[in-house]
């Protein structure tokens, strides 16, 4: 599987940003795309992820409510994209946001980034004050 990510850039503080990631190649039924970030000198941390087969999502406490991911495929089903469409911003989410996926990845272990075989490259969001 390979993921592209697209997206970020600068925003002020209260606004919107939006971040895809489009993933190729072979899937199997418990498909799970995420997003994660990493801010300078901090830990990757988990943001939000959807399982692919019926659409669940998970987010990270200090996101849920602002911050919103989908999915949708391509009309030959070729490809997969996820988006997560950011608002409310603070300065506290920027980072670098990178999108993984998996292919058999089980519930428990939607947020630990460990559990993640596929990655992207990463997309830098600013949120100024």
């Known amino acids: 599987v390979q993921l592209q990510a697209s997206g970020g850039g600068l925003v002020q503080g209260g606004g919107s940003v939006r971040v895809s990631c489009e993933a190729s190649?072979?899937?199997?039924?418990?498909?799970?795309m995420g997003w994660f970030r990493q801010a300078q000198g901090k830990e990757r941390e988990f943001v939000a992820a959807i399982r692919w087969s019926g659409g669940s999502t998970s987010y990270a406490d200090s996101v849920k409510g602002r911050f919103t991911i989908s999915r949708e495929h391509s009309r030959d089903y070729a490809k997969k994209s996820v988006y997560l469409q950011m608002n409310s911003l603070k300065p506290e989410d920027t980072a670098v946001y990178y999108c993984?996926?998996?292919?058999?990845?089980?519930?428990?272990?939607?947020?630990?980034?460990?559990?993640?075989?596929?990655w992207g490259q990463g997309t830098q969001v600013t949120v100024s004050s």
């Open positions: 993984a996926a998996d292919n058999r990845l089980i519930t428990s272990s939607i947020s630990d980034y460990r559990q993640y075989d596929y």
């Open positions: 190649g072979r899937t199997e039924s418990r498909f799970v």
